[in-house]
């Protein structure tokens, strides 16, 4: 049975009769009868898409997930051919879903699946960035409105739980996938949505990575792992995105399967691999105020009481800090936690500051002292010129001097300028400082030769392969 032709493709649309009897091709290189099933073909095609458009509009996205929304566009498109006597295959049915589907939910999810993208930048319906390799770089995609960008932003969202609404225009959330979202609305945003999504990749970095990719040295990475293997207290340091999480991820192999880890987060991204891990992360209140929100600080209280051989926390940001000193100081000697600070000096400071915000009105050499007897290493990573991450300071605590904290750094980068493509160039040195912590390393059944900290530049594994 052939099948009627849509009303609004004309019968026009087919090829000419040829004038020297020979066979006529349209314009495409087909036979007139050919030519004119595939202008019919394209013509409803093109109707049922804009059907499709319709339907997916009153479709409840932001309620379903991936697979639900699937299937009801598939639905949707069998329905309308029913209705309207269209004669299409199932593969041509679904063909035109899929492709409706991806155009009504806009680039995201063809980025979410782009591995060589670390994070996604949305600056209102008409910006899109990506950052590839350390880079930013803009894009030709768009969402049709803010109405369009923030359907997809909480269809996104749906599994978290996270609310995003005008009584919560701000909003953290960890993805299907682990990515973790952040979304602000407009207001207070200017110009539109904002939103930003921090990748994560298809398998964690390891150190044989960071070797590699030259953020660290084999002298560096010798003696964090022996740091780690001793329950040696350290806290990393870094800017956003400069690989914080990446390097506690890669230096907690090196903890002993034997012990009992309990991870706390804010929005899981710790990927570790021992077998007997405990993870917790925190929340927010429930809509309409339904439940009570959980947070970090009341996370590290509660894992006090979960027997655990240490605390790991993803990021201290607030008033948590004291109990994590308080944890490390008490029995769970070699837990790690970040923060946000843009040296190693200044995460002192930053900690300062953060135990300020307990409330307790503690004199300052107080906190110092906490913070002196509590932590051992501070390791400072960066993301410099180019979008190079790189671990820029080993610094150990050594104690207090008066009021004062004071600190020596073991391993430093050395930047000596950028090449023309403006990636950073410069080189890894010990310092020649012996740490004091060598003794209880040694006494912890990690010994390290003391020539490790010998006073010269460092070599990279692409140095060493070079030279040979």
């Known amino acids: 049975m052939t099948p009627s032709h849509p009303q609004d493709i004309p019968d026009s649309l087919s090829a000419p009769n040829g004038t020297n009897g020979g066979p006529v091709l349209g314009s495409d290189g087909l036979p007139p009868e050919a030519a ?134 701000m909003a953290d959330a960890r993805l299907s996938d682990g990515s973790r979202l952040n979304a602000v609305l407009k207001p207070p945003a200017l110009n539109g949505p904002l939103v930003s999504i921090r990748r994560l990749g298809t398998r964690p970095l390891t150190v044989e990575d960071l070797l590699a990719n030259e953020s660290i040295t084999k002298e560096m990475l010798d003696f964090l792992a022996a740091c780690v293997r001793a329950r040696i207290s350290m806290i990393i340091s870094g800017g956003t995105g400069s690989g914080k999480t990446t390097l506690m991820n890669a230096l ?106 307990a409330g307790l009105n503690l004199p300052i050499w107080a906190i110092r002292s906490l913070i002196a007897s509590s932590v051992t290493l501070i390791v400072q990573v960066s993301r410099l010129p180019g979008g190079k991450r790189k671990i820029v300071t080993i610094a150990e605590i050594a104690g207090m001097e008066g009021e004062t904290v004071s600190m020596h750094d073991l391993f430093e980068y050395v930047q000596t300028g950028v090449d023309e493509s403006h990636v950073v160039q410069g080189y890894f040195r010990a310092t020649g400082i012996r740490p004091q912590c060598l003794h209880k390393l040694m006494v912890r059944g990690a010994k390290l030769p003391v020539e490790l900290f010998a006073d010269r530049r460092l070599q990279t594994v692409r140095n060493r392969e070079a030279d040979r």
């Open 36 to 169: 004119d099933r595939n202008s019919w073909a394209f013509g409803l095609k093109h109707r049922l898409h804009q059907h499709l458009l319709t339907a997916v509009a009153s479709i409840p996205v932001d309620q379903l997930s991936e697979q639900e929304l699937r299937l009801d566009v598939y639905r949707a498109a069998q329905a309308i051919c029913q209705q309207n006597a269209w004669t299409l295959t199932l593969g041509e049915q679904e063909a035109l879903a899929d492709h409706v589907l991806t155009e009504f939910l806009g680039p995201i999810d063809g980025l979410l699946k782009d591995h060589e993208i670390s994070d996604i930048i949305i600056n209102g319906p008409r910006q899109l960035f990506v950052e590839k390799h350390g880079r930013l770089e803009t894009t030709d995609f768009a969402f049709r409105n803010e109405n369009h960008l923030l359907l997809v932003v909480r269809r996104l969202m749906a599994a978290s739980g996270r609310r995003l609404d005008a009584t919560t225009p």
């Open 252 to 357: 907690s192999r090196y903890i002993p399967n034997s012990e009992r880890l309990v991870t706390i987060e804010e929005a899981a991204e710790l990927e570790l691999q021992q077998s007997h891990v405990a993870k917790m992360e925190a929340t927010q209140a429930g809509q309409d105020g339904e439940g009570t929100a959980v947070t970090i600080r009341d996370l590290i209280r509660n894992s006090l009481r979960m027997r655990p051989d240490r605390i790991i926390v993803g990021e201290c940001r607030g008033a948590e800090a004291l109990e994590m000193l308080q944890a490390m100081n008490t029995g769970h000697e070699g837990s790690l936690t970040s923060i946000h600070a843009n040296s190693a000096r200044d995460a002192l400071t930053r900690i300062e500051l953060m135990i300020g915000l």
